[in-house]
């Protein structure tokens, strides 16, 4: 059996799991059992305190129903600078062979809208006329892009 994880290199992980958990409904991990907070745990390990950074060190998330992949916001000192080489799309559309067209879009608005209010920006909107597509790009916090489908 093969596992995973998905890491996104960031530069403030707490806001990023914040924001990412909302976006995704996944809940932001809780440190291991016996400790109050992932710092904690880490200490225990003998992680030098210059390594541990700023806050409660919640920096991941999981899908409560246990589904999805875990998901590490790991911090790095660069910032992104180009386009990602991918991106995830969340899914809220529905199947084009199940749901029409206008209700599609209708969906997707409104998970755009939502994300907006968490700190996500809307890039563009990706629709043709007569093409039976539609979905909206953006980018989260820290630029990141990834598209609502």
Known sequence: MVSYQLVI???APERMARFWAGA???TVEPPPDGFDTWWDYWRSLGV???ELGKGDGSDSIVDPEGYGPRIWFQQVPEGKVVKNRFHLDVKVGGKREDVPLETRKARVDAEAERLVQVGASIVRVLSQ???DHYAVAMVDPEGNEFDVV
């Open 129 to 131: 006329p007569g093409v």
């Open 24 to 26: 995704l409904r996944y």
């Open 9 to 11: 290199d960031c530069a």
């Open 48 to 50: 030098p305190e210059e």
